[in-house]
């Protein structure tokens, strides 16, 4: 069970959580190209779940594959 502490996750959290720096994954938010986030006021958050379904989505065969190497491939 998730514990409720960690559920939401801060961008250093995340970035730590995804192997990424927390500058990187600032950048990847603003050009829309990262997880998706949830926005509290001005603080950002991170679902576990959004990050997992986030990291999925790059997986890829080789450095040349565009994302279509794998599609259909079961995960």
């Known amino acids: ?3 409720e502490r960690t559920r939401f ?7 730590d959580y995804l ?3 927390t ?3 600032d950048r990847l938010r ?3 190209d990262g997880p998706v986030f949830l ?3 001005g603080r950002v958050r991170y679902l576990r779940e959004d990050l ?3 990291a ?6 080789s450095t040349s594959d565009d994302g279509t190497a794998l599609a259909g491939v079961a995960r």
């Open 19 to 21: 192997g990424l720096s």
């Open 39 to 41: 926005k509290f006021g």
């Open 9 to 15: 996750l801060n961008s250093r959290r995340a970035a």
């Open 23 to 25: 500058r990187t994954l």
């Open 1 to 3: 069970m998730t514990d």
């Open 52 to 54: 997992d379904a986030w």
């Open 56 to 61: 999925q989505s790059r997986r890829r065969k």
């Open 30 to 32: 603003v050009s829309g």
